[in-house]
């Protein structure tokens, strides 16, 4: 019999790459979404289109992930052999403006659902998406599975709740339950208020002349930046292992918005110095330094590697939005 799998934040970035992973392995996999009036989530339109595919292979269930009582009917209708939690307020910056949501949906949120797991008889192995936000400004690079936790933001702090909570339920509770604890991870398919969405889409719009300008925060900020076609792929060899465990899903590398700049509008025939404004109101107070995971328990344990690295994912950023842009001139022509 095929696995069964249900994912939170299906209709996310990481949800998006990691629906076609399990497809592609056999899964029937079943979506929570909320209810926002988009009829066709974009990131699943080009698997929704498949008929072979939605229907058979891929559902989708309407529940917010405040609403215990929905989730709760989902779980005991599917009955997963997995379970991937990825839905929260993914956005680090904006969880300073809506703190309390950010809480309630990434801390309580994984607390109703591990409440929901731990009252079955058969629970499936769950995975649940943290961040390096936990370490906020940690006291040593690289950052490994040990590194205490430290958050620095209301983002951070919800989900510093929601690891600590998974790892009592594994100790306590005898759940299989893991943490992957993801450095930034980014893809064509990233939310257009990041900031190497922000460049991409730039650069590929003032090639076009669609515009001239693009006001930036911190261009010194570094981050680990890996691709989230990888990251999903790490997430599901965490829930094949023997025994449950945390682990550090990062690159190793530490690279910088600037570096971001130089690929992207060297790509297209620019240079980003006559069109980057920097906007102090982008700058964050709290701005978490010295963020590079070390991933060497992800290689050694699920004999896991990155496939694409850094300037590689800038291209295909780039030529996606480069893609897009052309598209949409065409319609408009
Ligand atoms: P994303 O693209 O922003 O996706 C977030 C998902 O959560 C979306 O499907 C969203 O639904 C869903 N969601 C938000 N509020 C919800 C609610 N009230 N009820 C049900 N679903 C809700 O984020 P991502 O990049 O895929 O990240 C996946 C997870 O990994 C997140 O928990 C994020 O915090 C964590 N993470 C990501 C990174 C990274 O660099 N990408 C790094 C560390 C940790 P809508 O489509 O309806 O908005």
């Not at 604890?181 to 669609?210: D, M, Q, W």
């Not at 530490?254 to 109101?281: C, K, M, P, Q, Y």
């Not at 330094?289 to 344990?301: R, T, V």
Request: net charge negative; glycine share 6%; with cysteine.
């Amino acid at each position: 019999m095929s696995p069964t799998a249900i994912i939170t934040g299906i209709t996310g970035q990481d949800g998006s790459y990691l629906t076609e992973l399990l497809v592609s392995k056999g899964y029937v996999v079943h979506g929570i979404v909320r209810q926002t009036g988009v009829l066709t989530p974009p990131r699943l339109a080009h698997l929704i289109r498949e008929p072979e595919i939605y229907g058979s292979q891929l559902f989708l269930h309407y529940a917010d992930l405040n609403d215990a009582m929905a989730i709760r009917r989902i779980v005991h209708q599917v009955a997963p052999d997995e379970f991937y939690h990825l839905a929260g307020q993914s956005h680090v910056g904006l969880s300073f403006e809506i703190p309390e949501s950010t809480c309630e949906l990434t801390a309580m949120g994984t607390l109703r659902i591990l409440e929901i797991l731990r009252e079955l008889e058969n629970p499936p192995r769950m995975l649940h998406a943290s961040s390096r936000e936990i370490f906020g400004t940690p006291p040593y690079i690289p950052q490994t599975e040990n590194t205490p936790f430290d958050p620095s933001t209301p983002y951070g702090c919800a989900k510093s709740f929601a690891t600590q909570l998974v790892k009592t339920y594994r100790d306590a509770q005898g759940l299989f339950c893991c943490n992957a604890i993801c450095y930034n991870h980014e893809s064509p398919r990233r939310g257009e208020n990041f900031v190497t969405r922000k460049i991409t889409i730039a650069a590929a719009r003032i090639a076009a002349g669609l515009q001239e300008k693009v006001g930036l925060g911190d261009l010194a900020a570094a981050r680990d930046w890996g691709f989230a076609g990888d990251y999903v792929e790490a997430m599901w060899r965490m829930l094949q292992q023997e025994t449950p465990s945390d682990f550090v899903l990062a690159t190793g590398e530490s690279h910088s918005v600037t570096d971001w700049l130089d690929i992207a509008f060297s790509r297209a025939g620019l240079r980003w110095e006559d069109h980057v404004e920097t906007d102090n109101s982008m700058f964050r107070s709290t701005d978490p330094c010295m963020l590079l995971g070390n991933p060497q328990k992800a290689e050694s344990e699920l004999d896991w590697k990155r496939t694409v690295g850094f300037e590689e994912l800038v291209d295909l950023m780039f030529d996606a939005d480069q893609e897009r842009v052309c598209q949409e001139l065409e319609k408009t022509s």
